[in-house]
């Protein structure tokens, strides 16, 4: 089973709970929109050349998306 096929539909969907882990994220802490975005893209193999976002939203996390994917 793929990451796209254990859903994003709710909270407690198993790719957002894998999303989470691997983010070090609590139960009650959500990932950013973008990092859920990244992860789907990564897994349907759409090239992603920038990050452009601001400081502090979690830019780092990219390594960690693109290994759970």
Do not use: Y
Not at 18 to 43: D, I, Y
Request: no cysteine; net charge negative.
């Amino acid at each position: 089973m793929t990451i796209l096929e254990l859903g994003f539909e709710n909270e407690s969907s198993e790719a957002r709970i894998l999303l989470r882990s691997a983010l070090g994220l609590t139960e009650v802490e959500t990932p950013f929109p973008w990092q859920e975005e990244l992860l789907k893209r990564f897994v349907k193999g759409v090239e992603v050349g920038v990050v452009d976002i601001p400081t502090g939203l979690g830019k780092t996390s990219v390594m960690a998306i693109w290994l759970v994917a």
